[in-house]
């Protein structure tokens, strides 16, 4: 199946100016280029990973005026429909032509909704982040632990309200397929860590320290899962709420992966 | 068929018929298949669909011992579906997206290859798969992604016919391996996410002439079109995209359909939309149909009826019956009667949380809150269904029905559509339950009331098929690639080996040399398995 994004941009292109005008419209009819009708192919394509309104869940946010991979509509086009390739984001070739339009229309209006500059002062969370030992799990820019996600660059995919649910709740973000196991062999050592990968017969994981372990599932006496459990602490009562806006405030100055 | 100087004629001395050294697969020989299991005659083994064998060189006992014998590396990357096709040590094998080749059995090398050339823009929702392909005389026949239908000289893969069964620029492919009965080529199409509409084709073998077409969708004047709101029957789909099963005596083919489209917006068609996810009995002379049943009426969750119906002679409540069983993809196991399309039994195979129950007259009662809308619905099973495509397999030794189970749930969404010629026609989206992990299993049903007889859990929802074996043996294959076998009878994991690619096809079994081989597509290869 061939798709022209330019000719997909050309058509939207005036389109994209009357984003206002657009927002007071009826209920989506097919085809219809309305920020409604893109609401709509986002609740169903997109807001799984992107958040209902785009506020970023498992995958980053899209609440910023300036995408870090779409800053022009032809490359938003292209990442919604050929994906990105070794992340996540999929393709979508099953859009059509208007859903295409409709969802980029919805996705370039929620730059105007959202506020991507929280409270808390950058310098003080700068400190807290070493203080609290954010660094012994997340890696920042090169250095740091393995244990957690990589925060290079995390302005770029985050927005405050984000981070701070995040380190209230951290459960409440994990990724697809991120489980935390603890594996009993049958001598009674116990190992607990993220799974690498799992079939019908084994399991691998990666325990805090960064140690990798495989088991045959027949050679093990016990083999717990926590689905919803991170392996991060919440921060709440640790953290002041001013040090949890400092380190977020802190966290969204890291706009550029080195 | 003379086929290299490598085919002695050897195996009657194991298997004293006649028809087994005879030169051309006949009709009576696949009629007969069971008769010969040495060879793999037709897609499911022989017609009945059960894709059993009587082999029992590798049993129970001895399974343990099961090596790699060879592998077959294909040279372009598509999913593998195959199933391949043996005849007296040849074994025939489609290879992605429309290519077949001949191999010698014995080593694994080939005798010759088909290579089709696949022009821009052929339409395929889920990967450019073939099935594999189908044998009659001295012919082979594949169905192409392309939607032509291909008659090869077995003895070289020259061309012998090539048919325009649907352009594919609307939207039509064939993904499914042909069946062969009597002298014609029964195939059907694939296309159901772009909104064509279904038919059934016959042709003649010989030729290539078309003999018959038996529409999925009513045509005008017929009151069944009645089942379709308006005009939306014109792009109402129905595909008939997988192989079908064949009674000779009552010279009935059974065919499964697929979804009515669009797919998960029935707004614009109301009404059952008939012949969408139904089996169909079609006389194999006349295309007449002779009954069919709906199993999903006016479906919105993507259920197609497409896989293999497994017909099965047995008493039911005490009766002998002509039975016709199916595991479907809307997560309940049916039991109809064969000859008249009877509704026998429905029982849940799977979580399924759509249905309050299927009705005395086998009609679903559906619960509201499963419609898909734009907030999403959360519903069991996910629209790649309680199983799919794979094949079940049934032990006549065991009176067990196997079939990988996929346990998954969805939120549905449904989104507006609208029909343009060749483009996708879904009208809606789903995606997986957060925070939940798909499971899948291979279980076991009793035939009679469709109860689990035992079950083995694997880590993810399937794509493999299943094969039986006299030798009290069931194979199975799992998404991260292990091919394993059980005990038939109690679902005991008896050997298992790691294939290093996804298993996304049916087993087959076949002896050569006086030796039975396993063979499963994996990956990019066909992995043959035999004793050391």
């Known amino acids: 199946m061939t798709f022209r994004t330019s000719h997909v941009f050309a058509l939207l292109a005036p389109i994209l100016i009357s984003v206002q005008a657009s927002l007071a419209q009826a209920p989506a009819k097919p085809g219809a280029l309305s920020v409604e009708a893109g609401a709509q192919v986002f609740t169903a394509h997109c807001a799984r990973c992107h958040g209902a309104k785009g506020e970023g869940t498992t995958g980053p946010a899209l609440t910023f005026p300036k995408l870090q991979r779409a800053g022009t509509d032809d490359l938003l086009f292209r990442i919604i429909y050929f994906g990105i390739g070794g992340t996540e984001m999929p393709s979508h070739f099953g859009l059509t032509e208007a859903e295409l339009k409709q969802v980029a229309l919805y996705v370039r209006s929620l730059a105007a909704k959202t506020e991507p500059v929280g409270p808390g002062n950058p310098f003080s969370g700068d400190r807290v982040y070493r203080a609290a030992g954010c660094n012994k799990c997340h890696t920042m820019d090169g250095s740091g632990g393995l244990m957690g996600p990589d925060l290079s660059g995390v302005g770029l995919r ?26 009993v062999t049958k001598d009674g050592k116990a190992i607990a860590g993220i799974r690498l990968s799992e079939d019908t017969f084994s399991i691998r994981l990666r ?16 083999l717990q899962r926590e689905p919803t459990k991170s392996p991060m ?20 100055t890291r706009k550029e992966a080195k | 068929m003379r086929l290299g100087r490598s085919f002695q004629c050897a195996v009657p001395a194991l298997f004293a018929f006649a028809a087994a050294c005879s030169a051309q697969v006949t009709f009576e020989r696949i009629r007969a298949a069971e008769k010969e299991p040495h060879n793999w005659l037709t897609y499911s083994g022989d017609y009945s669909g059960r894709r059993h064998s009587a ?57 010759w290859r088909y290579r089709r050339n696949i022009p821009q823009g052929v339409r395929a929702c889920c990967g450019q798969v073939n099935r594999g392909v189908a044998v009659l005389g001295d012919r082979v026949f594949v169905g192409t992604i392309d939607a032509h239908l291909v008659s090869l000289d077995a003895h070289t893969g020259r061309v012998r016919w090539d048919v325009t069964v649907e352009n594919f620029l609307a939207g039509y492919s064939i993904t499914a391996a042909p069946l062969v009965v009597k002298d014609k080529v029964i195939i059907g199409v694939s296309g159901g996410e772009f909104g064509v509409i279904g038919f059934l084709d016959a042709y003649d073998a010989a030729t290539g002439r078309r003999v018959w077409r038996r529409y999925s969708i009513p045509g005008n004047g017929m009151p069944e079109q009645k089942t379709w709101a308006g005009e939306s029957w014109g792009q109402g789909s129905a595909a008939t995209w997988m192989t079908g099963s064949y009674d000779p005596v009552l010279n009935l083919i059974y065919w499964g359909t697929g979804n009515p489209a669009p797919n998960s917006n029935g707004d614009d068609r109301a009404g059952d939309n008939l012949y969408s996810d139904c089996l169909l009995a079609i006389d194999a002379d006349t295309s007449g149909l002779r009954w069919h049943y709906q199993f999903t009426p006016h479906d919105v969750w993507s259920w197609d009826a497409a896989q293999v119906p497994v017909l099965v002679d047995a008493p039911f409540r005490g009766k002998p019956r002509k039975l016709i069983v199916t595991p479907n993809r809307n997560g309940f196991y049916y039991v109809l009667d064969r000859s008249n399309g009877e509704f026998l039994l429905a029982e849940p195979f799977v979580k399924q949380t759509w249905a309050e129950r299927i009705d005395e007259k086998g009609r679903p009662v559906v619960k509201a809150d499963a419609i898909p809308s734009a907030a999403g619905a959360k519903v069991y099973p996910s629209p790649e269904g309680a199983t799919n495509w794979h094949s079940p397999a049934f032990s006549p030794a065991t009176n067990l029905l196997y079939t990988a189970v996929r346990e998954a749930g969805a939120v549905f969404y449904k989104l507006p559509a609208t029909y343009r010629l060749g483009m996708l026609f879904s009208g809606g989206s789903w995606h997986p339950i957060q925070g939940e992990e798909a499971r899948g299993a291979v279980r076991a049903l009793q035939l009679e009331d469709g109860k689990m007889k035992w079950e083995f859990p694997l880590h993810s929802p399937p794509w493999a098929g299943m094969l039986s074996t006299a030798g009290g043996l069931v194979f199975g294959g799992t998404d991260e690639g292990h091919f394993f076998a059980l005990d038939a009878a109690s679902g005991k994991l008896l050997w298992r080996f790691l294939s290093g690619g996804r298993i996304t096809a049916n087993p087959v079994t076949y002896m050569v040399d006086g030796k039975q081989q396993v063979a499963i597509a994996s990956g990019q290869s066909l992995v043959v398995f035999s004793l050391e």
Do not use: C
């Open chain 1, 233 to 252: 602490p919440s921060y709440k009562g640790t953290l002041t709420d001013a040090q949890i806006d400092d380190l977020g405030a802190y966290l969204m």
């Open chain 1, 158 to 183: 985050r927005n405050p309200a984000f981070l701070r649910a995040a380190l209230v709740e951290p459960g409440s973000f994990l990724p697809d397929g991120f489980l935390l196991v603890r594996a």
């Open chain 1, 207 to 222: 325990s805090a320290s960064g140690d990798l372990y495989g088991f045959w599932k027949e050679d093990l006496k016990d």
């Open chain 2, 55 to 111: 082999l029992k060189q590798i049993d129970v006992t001895n399974v343990a011992k099961l090596r790699p014998a060879w592998m077959f590396q294909m040279d372009l990357n598509h999913k593998l579906e195959t199933s391949p096709i043996v005849v007296n040590g040849v074994m025939y094998v489609s290879e992605p997206p429309s290519n077949v080749t001949a191999l010698d059995a014995r080593t694994g090398q080939p005798y």
